[in-house]
T-cell receptor
Framework: DTGVSQDPRHKITKRGQNVTFRCDPI?????LYWYRQTLGQGPEFLTY????????KSRLLSDRFSAERPKGSFSTLEIQRTEQGDSAMYLC?????????FGPGTRLLVL | AQSVTQPDIHITVSEGASLELRCNYS??????LFWYVQSPGQGLQLLLK??????LVQGIKGFEAEFKRSQSSFNLRKPSVHWSDAAEYFC????????????FGGGTRLMVKP
């Protein structure tokens, strides 16, 4: 069991560019979650998958954000037309029961 | 509204002293409760969890937490703090069924004096 992995760990982009992040959950975990954490705050829920199905999306997830989990394994989170307000740590977690296990996060800086 | 509150933004303790971090929740029933720790620039590590049963739960790294229904609280404790415990601590709750999204408190930053 290698834990949840995320790639890249850091991303710097210019405003208006698109970015995509990847999350690989703990193997055989059927649930996968995305959270966003801004400096000095607790993480905030973005969206959640059970297997391939996206079951819940936060109102924080604007039209510029899209997430997929095509084969029920890894997931991608894409942000289109990035804005400076998108600068944050994007955290992925996976679960097979009540407890969620987090990856190291992807830190995004939008210039 | 369902929420999690951590009243203390910063706490400083001396190495070897005891520690208690406070967490309160707002919900009409008992949620699933968790404590996580986050070192700078890192993800979150699960310290312990409470679902039901014994209200005193033991976790990793010598931490424990006590659930008090009457106070809607789930405070984290450690009898003797080590310098390596300096980090940000987050209380979180899952409301409703198991596996639901987590709602986090704002976090408490722990500093440890030598």
């Amino acid at each position: 069991d290698t834990g949840v992995s995320q790639d890249p760990r850091h991303k710097i982009t210019k405003r208006g560019q698109n970015v995509t992040f990847r999350c690989d959950p703990i193997s055989e975990h059927n649930r996968l979650y995305w959270y966003r954490q801004t400096l000095g705050q607790g993480p905030e829920f973005l969206t959640y998958f059970q297997n391939e199905a996206q079951l819940e999306k936060s109102r924080l997830l604007s039209d510029r954000f899209s997430a997929e989990r095509p084969k029920g394994s890894f997931s991608t989170l894409e942000i289109q037309r990035t804005e400076q307000g998108d600068s944050a740590m994007y955290l992925c977690a996976s679960s097979s029961g009540e407890s969620q296990y987090f990856g190291p996060g992807t830190r995004l800086l939008v210039l | 509204a369902q929420s999690v509150t951590q009243p203390d933004i910063h706490i400083t303790v001396s190495e070897g002293a005891s520690l208690e971090l406070r967490c309160n929740y707002s919900y009409g029933a008992t949620p699933y409760l968790f404590w996580y720790v986050q070192s700078p620039g890192q993800g979150l590590q699960l310290l312990l969890k409470y679902f039901s049963g014994d209200t005193l739960v033991q976790g990793i790294k010598g931490f424990e937490a006590e659930f008090k229904r009457s106070q809607s609280s789930f405070n984290l404790r450690k009898p003797s703090v080590h310098w390596s415990d300096a980090a940000e601590y987050f209380c979180a709750a899952s409301f409703g069924k198991a596996g639901n999204m987590l709602t986090f408190g704002g976090g408490t930053r722990l500093m440890v004096k030598p």
